[in-house]
């Protein structure tokens, strides 16, 4: 108990035996005009037009950047509605109305190897950019910003660790499909220069080392292995994922190029080499509902469907008399929403659903649990001490801006203090 | 319709509890408090009892005029409206000072000094602070300074029965008696160990005391790091201080220092009190040095022949200027490898020189 918490229980085996039903009876799907990364968006479409899926329908404006939006099914048209998205705020929707015929757009057409072969680096990131592909392992970060970086690369990272309990959506993708994720791979290689690639695991993932070792065998051209780290939490923080995986240490606050590397999620990967190989953009994801306050079910669904179809198309909730707790990812840091009414984006891969458990804080009793806890080496207790008597000075020597707000300091207290909350609100303070 | 709640992350919580730590404290101390019991019968029930009583009561009546009452219009109301926090953990804190505080103390001591320390101890240690988690110095060995002082006859100046000289009888020996390897034929090392000796109630055993200590390391309910640090300081420093005194006995010197005296259950049962330790790492080691040399120094060189409860308080009152977040930090780094080194080294050598009066 006083001691360094790493391992906590992610209900991943119970979640992985149930099937994945791949959900195409979406009547109706909606498209975010804007984001949480680009406040402003418009649609290039009317009411009434008819699109097909890999369309594009409108662009996200960011500070910095674009983002094109794309039909994930073929219909027509409809118009505008709010619903939730992925950051938990309502956002302005564009409907399409699925005609269930799935046509692709004239612009989806394969490339052939020598094509590909023939892409310059310019061309990856142009790629890239255009798809709007973004990082999916749930930043959002636009994928051509890191790739067009000036920067010496020597290895790219492909990030499937997918520490958070819960969480198996890109567990599912390795399984079901390791050569998008090991051509993804390549690709951003070829797009950023690297020589080296490196696929991060957890240690556990037995069945997945094999699997991707086996695909490997196609492509020993490229140097890229499997490397397996930890089964702890947060090891898919990517500056202790290359740690562990590359032994490269990366101050926090540093860009991952300075020190040669590029960090990838696995499914940010398989969505480069579906935009290089079938000029695809992200049209479907795994996502799965969990938690004691719902029927558990895996889906892959399109982007764009309404969750209160998959929740209805899973059973419904357990015990509806009960308080529920709704959070979007996973249960140490995800989105906190009190509708369901949420349209799924490109990093929506789970919709975790509690009944409410009212906890009581007890007085502190200085264990130093979450001292001995916190990977960013901090001191979440001396933190809270310093933010309830606002001390912003103290604030900044005990380095509260480091603070990645994991969720192990809250997680591992006796007296069950919210410190994860406390930091938060210390580090919004001090930086005031 | 469902009705969703609104939270903030992480929505999952590790299956511990503050309760879960204060309770393995206490069966930390079932093997201790079953001993005193077979050792002394119904003095140290009585003892027991009268301290538990007194401190859990007393916590429960400060608790409740710290809080500020609703508006009612029933006094039963009001009264009970001050009891909305009143949590489990206002028993099992008061009750590990207390079961603590009752094995600190001689077996004959009257009861009204019971009293008088235990309530000193929550009252004044702890309540005063702000009750549980807010507390300064440790609430027992408070009480047990308190009535040491206030009550010194009691303690050192009867010297009527074996039984009621505390804070080491063997230790009192070592110094006014016969001095120190003659000491031994009265007190077998083999018979400290056991704990057949005169003493206070619970640390005359270090059997029980180390059956204690391993459950609460198992169960991670106290910090191995204060244990071992203190420990080893004691060690050597007793090591040091035989070798310069009694060259041929240096084993055993340290060995009799290690057994007599509350050292051991201080260090296993009231040094590991997390309340009143560092929160980081480095922290905990210096804290432990800190304890362990002042029990060494007062013991080779102050006016008592015993000193744990001293020890810890004075090193209580240090913890927050190591916790100081200006230097602190759960990173080992060089600097505190140099400052430990270099502090055991000085405490070594102050040791070596100190001892024996010679120069």
């Known amino acids: 108990m006083i001691a360094k918490t790493r391992c906590i229980p992610d209900g991943k085996k119970e979640l992985k035996k149930l099937p994945t039903e791949h959900y195409t009876e979406a009547k109706y799907l909606y498209y975010p005009v804007t984001s949480a990364r680009c406040p402003e968006g418009e649609t290039c479409v009317r009411g009434g037009q008819f699109v097909k899926i890999g369309e594009v329908i409108g662009t996200r404006k960011g500070a910095f950047f674009e983002q094109p939006m794309h039909a994930t099914v073929s219909g027509e048209v409809l118009g505008n509605e709010k619903h939730i998205d992925q950051s938990g705020k309502m956002v302005d929707c564009l409907i399409v109305k699925n005609d269930f015929k799935y046509e692709l757009h004239e612009s989806i057409q394969d490339r052939t190897d020598a094509e590909i072969d023939a892409l310059t680096k310019d061309d990856f990131v142009e790629i890239v950019k255009e798809a709007g592909l973004v990082g999916l392992g749930g930043s959002a970060f636009p994928s051509y910003i890191k790739l067009s970086t000036k920067d010496q690369i020597d290895v790219v990272l492909a990030n499937g660790v997918e520490c958070e309990p819960n969480l198996i959506s890109d567990y599912g993708l390795m399984m079901t499909n390791p050569r998008a994720v090991i051509e993804g791979l390549i690709f951003a290689m070829k797009a950023s220069g690297a020589k080296k690639g490196v696929i991060a695991i957890k240690k ?108 209805a198309s899973a059973g419904g909730y357990k015990e509806p008399e009960k308080p529920k707790v709704l959070i979007l990812g996973g249960p140490m840091m995800g989105v906190n929403v009190t509708s369901d009414d949420i349209v799924m984006t490109h990093t929506t891969t789970s919709l975790i659903v509690q009944n409410d458990e009212t906890l009581i804080e007890e007085p502190c009793v200085h264990c130093a649990s979450c001292v001995y806890s916190c990977p960013v080496e901090i001191q979440p207790v001396q933190i809270m001490n310093a933010y309830k008597v606002r001390d912003k000075d103290m604030l900044k020597k005990l380095e509260v801006n480091k603070c990645i707000e994991c969720g192990l300091c809250s997680f591992v207290c006796p007296s069950k203090i919210h410190l994860t909350e406390h930091m938060r609100k210390a580090k919004s303070f001090a930086s005031k | 319709m469902m009705q969703a709640v609104k939270q903030t992350s992480p929505y999952i919580r590790k299956d511990v509890s503050t309760k879960r730590m204060m309770t393995d404290v206490l069966i930390a101390l079932m093997p201790v408090v079953i001993f ?324």
Request: aromatic share 14%; glycine share 10%; net charge positive.
């Open chain 1, 204 to 311: 556990k993932y037995k069945e997945i080392h094999e699997r991707l070792e086996f695909c490997l065998h196609e492509f020993s051209q490229y140097d890229i292995k499997v490397q397996s780290v930890g089964n702890f939490y947060p090891q898919g923080w990517e500056l202790m994922t290359i740690k562990n995986a590359l032994g490269i240490k990366i101050p926090q606050g540093e860009l991952l190029s300075k020190y040669g590397v590029l960090n990838f999620n696995v499914s940010t990967l398989a969505s480069i080499y579906a935009a290089v190989r079938h000029r695809l953009p992200v049209l479907e994801r795994y996502i799965s509902l969990s938690g004691n306050g719902i029927h558990n079910k895996n889906f892959r669904a399109r982007i764009g469907t309404l969750m209160t179809e998959l929740i």
């Open chain 2, 36 to 359: 005193s019991i077979y050792r002394f019968g119904w003095d140290a029930v009585v003892r027991i009892l009268v301290s538990l009583v007194v401190m859990i009561g007393l916590e429960a009546i400060a608790f409740g005029m710290m809080q500020k009452p609703k508006k009612a219009d029933k006094w039963f109301e009001r009264l009970k409206s001050r009891y909305e926090k009143y949590t489990i953990n206002n028993i099992t804190a008061p009750a590990v000072s207390a079961v603590i505080f009752a094995m600190i103390i001689p077996s004959k001591l009257p009861i009204y000094a019971v009293i008088m320390g235990a309530a000193f101890g929550i009252l004044v240690a702890k309540m005063l602070f702000g009750g549980l988690g807010s507390n300064i110095f440790n609430i027992a060995a408070a009480g047990r300074i308190f009535i040491g002082l206030a009550l010194t006859d009691m303690f050192t100046g009867k010297y009527v029965g074996v039984d009621m000289i505390a804070g080491g009888t063997a230790l009192t020996a070592i110094r006014t008696g016969a001095g120190f390897p003659y000491t031994l034929n009265s007190y077998p090392l083999l018979d400290m160990f056991l704990g057949n000796i005169p003493g206070s109630m619970g640390e005359i055993s270090a059997l029980a005391i180390l059956l204690g200590m391993v459950y609460l390391l198992i169960r991670r309910s106290a910090d191995f790091r204060v244990i071992v640090s203190s420990l080893v300081t004691f060690v050597v420093l007793m090591l040091i201080a035989g070798f310069k005194l009694y060259p041929d006995q240096a084993f055993s010197y340290m060995l009799f220092h290690v057994l007599s005296g509350g050292i051991l259950f201080g260090v296993v049962f009231m040094i590991t009190d997390p309340v009143t330790s560092p929160v980081t790492k480095p922290g905990r080691w210096i804290y432990g040095l800190l304890v362990a040399s002042l029990v060494v120094i007062i013991r080779l060189f102050g006016a008592y022949p015993e000193g744990v409860a001293f020890a810890l308080l004075f090193s209580n009152m240090f913890v927050p200027l190591i916790d100081y977040p200006q230097w602190a930090t759960n990173k080992f780094k060089p600097g505190f490898f140099i400052g430990y080194g270099v502090a055991f080294v000085a405490l070594a050598l102050i040791v070596y020189f100190g001892v024996g009066g010679a120069v």
